[in-house]
């Protein structure tokens, strides 16, 4: 079992509807990052996450430290949303920097 | 600000050629990674440095591969010889410091896919 699991792995949606990317753990976690990978392969960092919610544009990021659950939301998908996006998380008991990734959500959003 | 910068973007080589991809963090970041990204293994760190000091190169292949550090400003992730299960993104990315009760964010630059034939 990997120590990070996304749900779903490929996602399709029609342009405007509400996204939900999903990310569980099975470590006690210091943050989670959950990150961007454009078809033209740029990786961009959208959330650092250790509690909470945090919210930029039409991206929603929620943890809950305790479920070890996190979840991506987008609201009013538009087609240049269509990515691959990863969770990762720094493990309390990994030394340093390392994180721990998942094997990604595809999504595409259709016109 | 430029971003993480690297180079080069796409290098194409023959197995046995020794390969070197550059990258520059952002300035002031005090932390260097370098990830690889293959289809099958997903993002793997291969090494990361702190303050030019290599921390943890656990995830450094084999003694094929090799990263330098020699300033805060430039490193290099060096590979001889290539072999054809080399081929992948190489990701560089920098680190700000860690601000109070934080880790810090992530920044990457655009990769260098690396083809061994």
């Known amino acids: 079992k990997n120590e990070v699991e996304q749900s779903p792995q490929n996602l399709t949606a029609q342009e405007g509807e509400f996204i939900t990317i999903n990310c569980s753990y099975s470590v006690g976690i210091s943050a989670l990052h959950w990150l961007q990978q454009h078809p033209g392969g740029g990786i961009v960092s959208l959330f650092m996450l250790s509690s909470g919610k945090k919210k930029h544009g039409r991206l929603i990021a929620t943890i809950n430290i305790q479920e070890k659950h996190s979840s991506l939301h987008i609201t009013a998908s538009h087609p240049r949303d269509s990515a691959v996006y990863i969770c990762a998380v720094k493990g309390l008991e990994t030394s340093g920097s390392r994180l721990t990734f998942g094997e990604g959500t595809q999504l595409t959003v259709n016109p | 600000d430029a971003g993480v910068i690297q180079s080069p973007r796409h290098e194409v080589t023959e197995m046995g050629q020794e390969v070197t991809l550059r990258c520059k963090p952002i300035s002031g970041h005090n932390s260097l990674f370098w990830y690889r990204q293959t289809m099958m293994r997903g993002l793997e760190l291969l090494i990361y440095f702190n303050n030019n000091v290599p921390i943890d190169d656990s995830g450094m292949p084999e003694d094929r591969f090799s990263a330098k550090m020699p300033n805060a400003s430039f490193s290099t992730l060096k590979i001889q010889p290539s072999e054809p299960r080399d081929s992948a993104v190489y990701f560089c990315?920098?680190?700000?410091?860690?601000?109070?009760?934080?880790?810090?964010?992530?920044?990457f630059g655009e990769g260098s896919r690396l083809t061994v034939l």
């Open positions: 990315a920098s680190k700000e410091p860690p601000r109070q009760g934080g880790t810090g964010e992530l920044f």
